[in-house]
């Protein structure tokens, strides 16, 4: 199974800044994607982060508000922009090894607070 | 608009009792079903799933039990262990002919405690 190190674990941030959350895998992974949980929600699928080519985001996601990278095969950043404290959430990276999205594997989490 | 829905957003069971943690879901184009548990500051991790094909499922304590005709689906976790407190989230996905699109669908999840 593979090793996820995402960065910081947690962070209180002003209204308006931004913060970019960071996610280290172990091995290559071609699929990676980032996930939030809004306080009391489910975990909603905000991109896929395509190596080589821009994310592909969901309905409701645009690139201006969350700007993701994806440099190489085992790491990516997810940016929070010009945040407000509706962004107030655990942002997950995920990867998935099994080739059939029937699994998938995440980072710990990062804990965000906006005030 | 929820297509999958965990009502119990708490079950707490004795140890050693049965665990039963119940899942429904409203697209017909789920044909994946995944469980997956996570404990306080730790990510997911997967758990135990099932193919539409299947209406059960069993990896050591813990079974899953599909319904399509209700489209509804349960876990089992039996005998019920202190260590089993978490939260468990139910997840679907579509195969159809292609395999996976990559896209799960969670629901909110159920904070299980397992009393000693």
């Known amino acids: 199974s593979a090793v996820i190190s995402q960065k910081p674990s947690r962070d209180i941030c002003q209204r308006g800044t931004s913060l970019t959350i960071q996610c280290q895998v172990d091995s290559q992974v071609t699929m990676m994607f980032w996930y939030r949980q809004q306080p009391g929600q489910s975990l909603t699928l905000i991109a896929t982060a395509n190596q080589g080519s821009e994310a592909t985001y969901e309905s409701g996601f645009v690139i201006d508000k969350f700007p993701i990278s994806r440099p190489n095969l085992t790491f990516s950043t997810l940016t929070v922009s010009n945040m407000s404290p509706e962004d107030s959430s655990i942002y997950l990276c995920s990867v998935d090894q099994s080739g059939g999205g029937e699994k998938l594997f995440f980072g710990s989490g990062t804990q965000l607070s906006v005030l | 608009d929820q297509q999958v829905k965990q009502n119990s957003p708490s079950l707490s069971v004795q140890e050693g009792r049965i665990s039963i943690l119940n899942c429904d879901y409203t697209n017909s184009m789920f044909d994946y079903f995944l469980w997956y548990k996570k404990y306080p500051a730790e990510g997911p991790t997967f758990l135990i799933s099932?193919?539409?094909i299947k209406d059960k499922n069993e990896d050591g304590r813990f079974t899953v039990f599909l319904n399509k005709s209700a489209k509804h689906l349960s876990l089992h976790i039996v005998p019920s262990q202190p260590g089993d407190s978490a939260v468990y989230f139910c997840?679907?996905?579509?195969w159809g002919s292609g395999g996976s699109n990559y896209k799960l669908t969670f629901g909110k999840g159920t904070l299980l405690t397992v009393n000693p």
């Open positions: 997840a679907a996905d579509v």
């Open positions: 099932i193919s539409s």
